[in-house]
């Protein structure tokens, strides 16, 4: 049993800012549908804003992560998920032209 299911398929969105490393982009390629780009300057400011909170830092070098993800420690899996991700949940509760 999983200790913290995966999100659901469609309730979260990523975005870029400036020029994004290639690799990353790769990764969303795979996975994410490309949308659009945000023009608005307002908007822009606030997808900087996102963009500067705190997140988890990746801890893939993490001797006890390494060890626990090797033996298949659920703890693993659930630290990997927020990886790179804001310590708070981002709700956008207002949008123009999506």
Do not use: Y
Request: avoid cysteine.
């Amino acid at each position: 049993a999983d200790l913290m299911p995966l999100p659901p398929s469609g309730t979260s969105f990523a975005f870029t800012l400036g020029e994004a490393d290639a690799k990353e982009l790769e990764k969303l390629d795979q996975t994410n549908l490309i949308v659009g780009r945000v023009k608005d300057p307002s908007s822009i400011e606030v997808l900087k804003s996102i963009g500067s909170l705190p997140v988890n830092r990746n801890n893939e070098d993490n001797i006890g992560f390494r060890l626990g993800k090797a033996a298949g420690d659920g703890r693993a899996k659930v630290a990997e998920r927020g990886f790179n991700r804001p310590f708070s949940t981002i709700r956008i509760t207002s949008s123009g032209l999506v």
